[in-house]
């Protein structure tokens, strides 16, 4: 009897050490995905900012989302809260006393304005543009004693759904409401509306904050109006240049978190990783099938791949989009390529023993 050379033995022990690794790295990738599943499904219902103590907020709560239109339904509350005018500094030096009560506030109408189409046609400059807010000195005749009730409003969700599970959108919008206080009727202090929250209850997402960095890199449209003015003009005017200069104007942070808002819609981390997973087994399956299969069993285990792989689509396009997806064309990939393997190992040929079972 032959006893295992030194060889051997350092093959055998490198080839367990790989599988025990193999193993390892299997568990580990199931564990992150599994734990990131969790944390973001109590994280990502709520998105505050840091609101001081302030008369008038605003919080937002996001409805649902139609991917292939490209609109999103939120709606948003106006908050007003009397008792911070004593303490606001634009009001609490008016008049005399401490009680709240004196104050006579006048409320604008409130409105949601929809940047993504502006900023989608134009480019960032015009989402971070200051039209419309402008000081007042007295209140105009459409403000009102009353604080406006909640405003609904359909939003621009620019992205690519056919991308699905790896689809992700961009939402942009701008919250104009002020109002106006007075004691005597003389002097009034203007109190703009500037800090919000979210909460976000749209199945099948979860969403966070755009970046600076994302909204320079996605602004597709400034590119393309800077390359074109610079091929088309040799030599700029003074007005070229200013206007240049307004497109070029990069990502301001403190325009945001007051007023406006750009938001990121994305698929959770848990079904994309799902994704790739089955996908990565419905590839080798269809090698296996094709390679590994004996004649009488080669079409039982073509049908039965063709139902499987259907009923696995179903599952992971339950939240899917209304129109060809990813998925969609995996799927079609994989019975081509299966079908091609089939045929292919037909025309090949099988060993006799396989026809004969041996």
């Not at 790896?166 to 703009?192: H, S």
């Not at 104007?249 to 990121?264: D, G, M, N, T």
């Not at 179903?314 to 060809?324: C, E, F, V, Y």
Request: charged content about 20%; hydrophobic content about 40%; glycine content about 8%.
């Amino acid at each position: 009897m032959k006893h295992p050379t030194g060889h051997y033995r350092i093959k055998e022990l490198s080839r367990r050490t790989l599988a025990v690794v193999w193993f390892l790295a299997v568990v580990a990738a199931l564990a992150f995905a599994i734990g990131t599943s969790f944390r973001e499904s109590r994280i990502d219902w709520w998105l505050g900012f840091p609101r001081p103590f302030v008369p008038l907020s605003f919080d937002i709560f996001w409805d649902s989302i139609d991917e292939v239109s490209g609109k999103v339904q939120i709606h948003a509350t106006p908050k007003f809260d009397r008792e911070i005018l004593v303490i606001d500094p634009e009001t609490k030096n008016m008049g005399s006393g401490t009680s709240a009560e004196r104050f006579k506030v006048f409320f604008s109408p409130f409105t949601i304005f929809d940047l993504g189409e502006g900023y989608r046609s134009a480019g960032l400059w015009l989402a971070q543009s200051e039209i419309g807010t402008a000081r007042l000195k007295k209140p105009p005749q459409n403000f009102t004693h009353e604080v406006p009730g909640t405003v609904h409003q359909y939003l621009t969700a620019i992205g690519n759904p056919r991308l699905y599970p790896f689809d992700r959108y961009l939402v942009m919008g701008r919250l104009y409401w002020t109002a106006m206080a007075t004691v005597d009727g003389k002097q009034f202090a203007t109190i703009p509306g500037e800090y919000y929250s979210m909460e976000f209850r749209i199945p099948g997402f979860k969403f966070r904050e755009a970046t600076g960095k994302e909204l320079e890199r996605w602004d597709s449209a400034s590119k393309r109006t800077i390359d074109y003015m610079t091929r088309t003009q040799s030599t700029a005017g003074e007005d070229t240049k200013g206007y240049l200069a307004d497109i070029e104007q990069s990502y301001k942070p403190e325009l945001w978190h007051k007023r406006r808002f750009a938001i990121v819609l994305m698929r959770p981390y848990f079904l994309q990783y799902f994704t790739c997973f089955l996908g990565t087994i419905a590839l080798a399956s269809v090698i296996g099938i094709g390679f590994s299969s004996k004649p009488k069993q080669l079409a039982i285990n073509a049908i039965a791949y063709f139902l499987g792989l259907w009923g696995v689509r179903g599952a992971l396009s339950a939240d899917a989009p209304k129109t060809a997806t990813l998925i969609d064309y995996a799927v079609l990939v994989f019975y081509g390529l299966l079908v091609a393997t089939v045929v292919c190992r037909l025309l090949w040929g099988f060993p006799r023993s396989e026809w004969s079972g041996e």
